[in-house]
């Protein structure tokens, strides 16, 4: 009888050849299938090609020096000297990098996975990641004729593995893991428990054995982080202390006065997504009878504060690495399905970071323009698919320069598309008119907000200091 | 407090509208709102668009008068004076019809619920179905430009639901309402228990709430049967006597020694989907040890034989409509994921019945030509999909006319797709050169059954009776 399980990760390996494809489940690093990953850098082989969603899912692969290629949303380490090293193997063409929006990721690895070659996007329209491609409009609207993405072989985590293959996930693991094992030609998982066949509830079944070709039961391992050392998430996604303001001189808002700001445009029955940085302490700081629903990328609706130790499960963070906990009436879906409620116009309101904001809207929020070291992650899908946008950012760079401008000079994330900025200066409107200035900050004149800003400030009739 | 749960179905559709588009979910008569149906139909609504698989969901309303459009995959209802009314209307002009391969129709669907206007399909190519769309290669190959459908409602059937909308689906009445229930721009589910919020596993909600706006709890209906009655699928998918042969004269194979010449070619491990006619005997006379793992594209894989009487579910039956088992190790999925196994490459086998088949291969099994009462459900998304295809049929029309043609003059499933006949009268191989006769019917000589064949036939060198 053929059997899928194997005994050791490096037996389920031993065939990927040097120049191989490879998928990489994991979103952060849950869901990641670490033990399979230390097994192929055992290997060391050369030139692969590493579809992946960010650097914990390929950084330890890239600094074997495994790598040829990676196809991925979040290449770039956040540590710094990783960073050097990612861009001098960039800029010596050691390294090829392609950057995809995250939504746009995971639909070209489920269209892989579906025998379908090519799809037509909204997102990353007017943008340098759609540079190059067939645009075509639909319904009014410019889409970007995005192609499928497979591989020679898919890594992924799972919980429970039965004979035969069949997979689930715990928690917030699923992520990208179900798309990329129909997207292997072969497809291998990593799982914490071998079940008897007929243990699974058919209809707890999310990756069905068909496209399992093997299962390596083996205990799970905890979060890599920027260092290549693992730990738990307590330290990787721990939340910046941001207590004081960043800047001397007058005290501006902080950051959890600029997040509660935003609070006050939410209403219950509202779904909302939280960016990066400022964006992520607005969950923590949401009342729980809120009736706000949080949404995130990695596949959570319904999201609520953050864990506290006791709490804390590395399978269940947000997009943005904090540990959370699940409100009642919570689901847990793929990222592809996840991406389906941004993209299918189902979100209220984004709230996110950003480099620039233009005086028409436009947004920059991912990439410094000479940065080979960068990600787009889901903000791309963001404003391609929600109709409002919130910003929230410092009104200036920690250098003093203005953030607020006329036009962009980074590399855009979408035209047109941001409906508010809140700043720890001011409150203020994206209008036909440009900037409508409506709150400023308590001890902040107009002509002071308006020297930090690269862009006219129109005062709104009734402009005031904002109150909390 | 906002709710979503309506009181009854009259009120969860009191502002669907005339010309409205509506999405219904259900494969046969599984997971089908058959109350949101009645109680759309009581409206007395003129010239709706409806979006529904087959006639179990959409007849009804075809006999209703409410309908001026209507994209199903098998629009048209079996029994003959259903179907002679429904000729009638689309030959009147009253009533638009688009047939859409089952697989694509489940595609369409996601795309549209998932944001997506367009996207490549390699199903089709080179049919009718496919004439005036687009087709480009992708890796060496035609794919045919589809795009999404989204309506202005979905009506679907759940299982539980919580007072947000999240749902789940019993068993096989999956099928096409997750799908649906993103695509519509109201979505009202008809459940069979309202639970409170944070009773379900968020693991295992299926439909998030976000997705949904009008939940009405209310008892489950079982099927409709081809009279608009409703009884249960024991009548519905009742599997025809066939223990007798079919013609006069010399015996021919009965369809389970048909069935079992086509058993002789499986082998364990091999994933396989059986169409409508002998091969569904094939399931019902398969060992339970034969390690064969059987593919249903309403969302089963790994079912088992016909479900005895005690053992009848409306939820768990296979495409074909037939109450079927779960084996060890099944597993359910949406009928969106079971063609992603179809169009990704995993089955090894599909076994057919047909109207024609040409020696170059070419296969004709869905349309007479000039009947506008027909479907075309799955088998385009087979040929397309599957490398190996065995078409099972009897040798010879009910009128003694042949069904295996030098070339095919009804319209083409596929195009060179058949790789074995297995027929009442012999088991043949389509190769380069043409028909190769590979065994007859003990009794049955090579040149009685040239005679019933409208191409030539080789005798294979070692031609031989058939055993069994």
Not at 24 to 30: E, N, Q, R
Not at 279 to 299: A, M, Q, R, Y
Not at 374 to 387: E, I, Y
Request: hydrophobic share 45%; net charge negative.
């Amino acid at each position: 009888v053929i059997t899928k399980v194997r005994v050791s990760a490096a037996e389920a390996v031993a065939d990927i050849a040097d120049g191989a494809s490879v998928l990489v489940g994991g979103f952060a690093g849950g869901g990641t299938p670490f033990n399979l990953l230390d097994a192929l850098i055992a290997r060391g082989l050369r030139g692969l090609t590493v579809i992946g969603n960010s650097y914990f899912q390929v950084w330890p692969l890239v600094e074997a020096g495994c790598l040829r290629r990676l196809v991925s949303s979040f290449p770039a380490p956040r540590d710094p000297a990783q960073r050097e090293r990612f861009r001098a193997l960039h800029d010596h063409g050691d390294l090829e990098v392609e950057v995809v929006p995250q939504g746009t990721f995971a639909e070209r690895i489920r269209a892989g996975g579906f025998g379908l070659p090519a799809f037509f996007s909204p997102v990353g329209v007017g943008t340098e990641l759609a540079s190059g491609k067939e645009v075509r409009r639909f319904g009014g609207r410019d889409h970007v004729l995005e192609t499928a993405l497979t591989a020679d072989f898919a890594l992924v985590k799972a919980w429970h593995a039965d004979p035969y293959g069949n997979l689930d996930y715990h928690l917030a693991a699923r992520n990208f893991n179900p798309a990329m094992a129909m997207a292997g030609r072969t497809t291998i998982a990593e799982v914490e428990a071998l079940v008897a066949l007929g243990d699974l509830d058919p209809a707890a079944v999310v990756t069905p054995g068909i496209f399992v070709d093997r299962v390596v039961p083996v205990p799970s391992q905890v979060a890599w982080t920027a260092r290549g050392q693992r730990q738990s998430y307590a330290t990787v996604g721990a939340v910046k202390d941001s207590t004081q303001p960043r800047f001397g001189g007058k005290p501006r808002l902080t950051r959890e006065l600029v997040a509660l700001r935003v609070i006050r445009e939410l209403e219950p029955g509202m779904h909302v997504n939280l960016g990066t940085g400022i964006p992520t302490v607005i969950g923590n700081l949401l009342p729980p009878d809120s009736g706000v629903v949080l949404h995130s990328e990695n596949g959570l609706l319904g999201y609520g504060r953050f864990a506290d130790e006791a709490e804390r499960d590395v399978d269940l963070v947000s997009a943005t690495g904090e540990p959370v906990t699940l409100s009642p009436g919570a689901c847990i879906m793929s990222s592809g399905e996840a991406f389906a409620m941004v993209r299918g116009r189902h979100l209220d309101l984004s709230v996110l970071g950003a480099l620039q904001v233009a005086e028409n809207g436009d947004l920059a929020n991912w990439s410094t323009g000479h940065d080979a070291a960068r990600g787009v992650g889901g903000a791309m899908d963001m404003v391609a698919g929600v109709g409002r946008v919130i910003v929230t950012m410092e009104h200036t760079t920690l250098a003093g320069a203005p953030k607020l401008v006329e036009r962009c000079t980074l590399p855009l994330t979408g035209r047109g598309v941001v409906s508010q900025v809140a700043t720890d200066l001011a409150w203020i409107e994206v209008t036909p008119e440009g900037f409508l200035l409506r709150e400023l900050t308590p001890g902040w004149t107009f002509d002071e907000v308006q020297a930090l800003t690269a862009a006219r400030l129109h005062p709104a009739p009734n402009l005031r200091e904002m109150e909390m």
